[in-house]
Nanobody
Framework: QVQLVESGGGLVQAGDSLRLSCAAS????????MGWFRRAPGKERECVAA????????YYPDSVKGRFTISRDNAKNTVYLQLNSLKPEDTAVYYC?????????????????WGQGTQVTVSS
């Protein structure tokens, strides 16, 4: 069992930056691949970043590539998502999730544990 708690969301203006954090407790954090997802009103939950156990391999969809950066600190049991150059269309609830799949994945059903989410609102 892994418990995940996100923090760092808020209301910002277009072009601003935020750093989201996700603190994990429970079983060994470093044994999980981690992902960040978001769900905007009326849209499906989508993966915006994923990172493997060691932190050496990452994934981003084109919509956020070059603006978002995922990282992890296994000593602190924490995964981060740096959001730069934010746009109004980035407004969503952001969730971190843990997967025990062999490879990093963007498929939401591959993630077993989820945090409660943190709201990010970007005004124009």
């Amino acid at each position: 069992q892994v418990q995940l708690v996100e923090s760092g969301g808020g209301l910002v203006q277009a072009g601003d930056s935020l750093r989201l954090s996700c603190a994990a407790s429970g079983r060994t954090f470093s044994s999980y691949n981690m992902g960040w997802f978001r769900r905007a009103p009326g849209k499906e939950r989508e993966c915006v970043a994923a990172i493997n156990r060691s932190g050496g391999n990452t994934y981003y969809p084109d919509s956020v590539k070059g603006r978002f950066t995922i990282s992890r600190d296994n000593a602190k049991n924490t995964v981060y998502l740096q959001l730069n150059s934010l746009k109004p269309e980035d407004t969503a609830v952001y969730y971190c999730a843990a997967s025990d799949q062999t490879l990093i994945t963007t498929y939401r059903y591959d993630y077993r544990y989820w945090g409660q989410g943190t709201q990010v609102t970007v005004s124009s």
